[in-house]
């Protein structure tokens, strides 16, 4: 189930949003979630700042890979200067 949502790349036709609210609604139906705890879960999602969270996630994440391999992730477009 999941291989399949990863698998799509978002876009204007299929958002994040979207895609996240499809994904657990499937999730919780094959769990037969009752429909009433899904409505919860997915008010509760829909209420926090995906893109945000997500991009804090990427930046902890590359700031550790930084202490373990030998390169800088650039900000706000700047470009490394390697010599």
């Known amino acids: 189930l999941m291989r399949s949502y990863m698998a799509r790349k978002c876009d204007i036709h299929f958002p994040l ?36 969270i997500a991009t804090k996630v990427m930046y902890k994440l590359f700031a550790m890979l930084e202490m373990k391999y030998d390169f800088k992730l650039s900000k706000d477009g700047e470009t490394e200067v390697t010599r």
């Open 17 to 52: 949003e979207r895609k996240l609210s499809r994904f657990l609604t499937a999730a919780m139906r094959v769990y037969r979630v009752p429909e009433e705890e899904q409505a919860r879960v997915l008010a509760f999602i829909q209420s926090l700042d995906i893109k945000t």
